[in-house]
């Protein structure tokens, strides 16, 4: 399968999924942004690729906006080339519109990891030409206050049905992609990896995710993440 098609398969697993609270809404934004998120996937997924960096799942300004992730509007529409249309999800957050490029706010952890590539890669092509960065998880998750709540809050009940699809879909990703290298963006995706491809013959580590809620990521993120990369025989 192509990722076009993986993703096709992993939004049809998703959909029927439903939360308990403290979760009152769930966003699918390869759904509802899937024009733009398939614009990402055509334009700089295609063939084989050293190496696969994997985030966790869809912030509230980010790739619930933008269908990209990390999708940091600005840095989607202007570094990547990426926009367009994106429809609402079925129910929607009060406190948390999907307006798409037209969202006023913009994502620190996106904003952050793609100045980090444009400014060490120059072009997206150079980046993308040996990386791709995709999400474990598409949905993304939020409880009435508006707080998003991360997929390792959810109960086990069901963490296991959400995991194991989307277990599935990294391991069709990494058959479609044969990296060498997927390296989690913090730890929740490395652990993921490590459960989902323990019999990949594939290296997997990680570098600290951009999120502030990170206070070492607020303090020179770029300059942990080539660290980790060179910690890892890796180019930054």
């Known amino acids: ?19 308990a609270l403290p979760v009152t809404h769930v966003y699918l934004p ?11 996937l055509r334009r700089y997924g295609a063939g084989p690729r050293e190496i696969l960096f994997l985030g966790m799942n869809p912030g509230p300004f980010g790739m619930a906006q933008t269908g990209v992730p990390f999708g940091d509007i600005a840095m989607v529409r202007d570094w990547l080339g ?4 994106v429809d ?5 957050h009060p406190k948390r519109p999907v307006q798409g490029f037209a969202c006023p706010r913009g994502e620190v952890s996106g904003a952050r990891l793609w100045r980090w590539a444009r400014d060490r890669w120059k072009t997206p092509d150079a980046f993308f030409a040996r990386r791709l960065v995709l999400n474990y998880c598409p949905l993304g998750f939020i409880e009435a206050s508006g707080r998003n709540r991360t997929p390792d809050k959810l109960p086990a009940v069901e963490r296991a049905p959400l995991f194991d699809a989307c277990d599935r879909a990294l391991r069709s990703f990494v058959a479609y992609y044969q990296p060498r290298w997927v390296i989690g963006i913090g730890n929740f995706a490395e652990t993921r990896a ?9 290296h997997i580590a990680r570098i600290p995710h951009p999120s502030p809620s ?3 990521a607020n303090r020179d993120w770029a300059a942990a993440a080539d660290a980790a990369l060179a910690d890892m025989g890796l180019e930054p």
Do not use: K, S
């Open 194 to 202: 490590r459960e989902a491809l323990a019999d990949a013959d594939v």
């Open 30 to 40: 390869i759904a509802y942004a899937r024009i733009p998120h398939e614009q990402y």
């Open 1 to 19: 399968m192509d990722p076009i098609q993986i993703t096709a398969h992993l939004r049809d697993a998703l959909a029927p999924m439903r939360f």
């Open 214 to 216: 990170n206070p070492a």
């Open 88 to 92: 609402r999800p079925p129910a929607e």
């Open 82 to 85: 990426i926009e367009g249309p």
